[in-house]
């Protein structure tokens, strides 16, 4: 079965510090990887994907994350945060296998930044 | 392009009553996955329907079920409520492709608040 771990649960920062998210996961075969963000009052959204290529995928909003596969990673990165980035950040996994999947989703990391 | 929709949004129930709640994907969307999200566990997948045939199940009981129609809408029904079903219940659609993997891309619709008392 797969699994997602999201290290950070709560993350207090001030506007223009940097912000790394870190995601790991398990599972044995081809992943698709997602950071999804949900602002306060709003519905789920997509940040960033990786299915395949580049490891460094640039996302909405300046964001960015890095898969690396040995360390079975997507963590997610932005330079300089904004008040306006506090959310709820979700990463998530989806196992192909078969022709479907079954996304697996992190327990989430709420930010918050202080202006 | 109208996003995913999702009805009611709130609702109130009382322990052993059933609940049926319904979501309309994004046009051209086939695929309609249905998830719990709590404080305490977070989101969990329920199932997904694609060309109204379940395609997976996540690890719920057998009294959460769903359905999909032939335009792609979907309902999920729980029965029998009980105190811990009292979650926001998320609708997700994906374009789906019929002969081979998707990338599950979900859109999400703004979910049902159920509350069981």
């Known amino acids: 079965a797969q699994s997602v771990s999201q290290h950070n649960h709560h993350v207090i920062l001030s506007e223009a510090a940097s912000l790394e998210l870190g995601c790991n996961y398990s599972?044995?075969?081809?992943?698709?990887l997602f950071w999804y963000v949900q602002y306060p009052g709003q519905h789920l959204q997509l940040l960033l994907k990786?299915?395949?290529?580049?490891?460094l995928v640039k996302g909405i909003k300046g964001f960015e994350a890095e898969f690396i596969k040995s360390k079975f990673s997507f963590n997610l990165r932005k330079p300089s945060v904004q008040w306006s980035d506090t959310a709820e950040y979700f990463c998530?996994?989806?196992?192909?296998?078969?022709?479907?999947?079954?996304?697996?989703f992190g327990r989430g990391t709420s930010l918050i930044v202080h202006p | 392009k109208a996003g995913v929709t999702q009805t009611p949004r709130y609702l109130i129930k009382t322990r052993g009553q059933q609940v049926t709640l319904s979501c309309s994907p994004i046009?051209?969307?086939?695929?309609v996955s249905w998830y719990q999200q709590t404080p305490g566990q977070g989101l969990q997948f329920l199932f997904e329907?694609?060309?109204?045939?379940?395609?997976n199940k996540g690890n719920f009981p057998g009294r959460f079920s769903g359905r999909q129609f032939s335009n792609s809408r979907s309902e999920m029904n729980v029965s029998t409520l009980e105190l811990g079903d009292s979650a926001l219940y998320l609708c997700?659609?994906?374009?789906?492709?019929?002969?081979?993997?998707?990338?599950?891309?979900?859109?999400f619709g703004e979910g049902s608040r159920l509350t069981v008392l």
């Open positions: 998530a996994v989806n196992g192909v296998s078969g022709g479907s999947y079954i996304p697996t």
């Open positions: 046009s051209g969307h086939r695929s």
């Open positions: 599972y044995g075969g081809t992943v698709n």
């Open positions: 329907y694609f060309s109204e045939t379940q395609r």
């Open positions: 990786y299915f395949s290529g580049d490891p």
């Open positions: 997700a659609s994906s374009p789906g492709l019929a002969g081979g993997p998707t990338t599950g891309e979900l859109f």
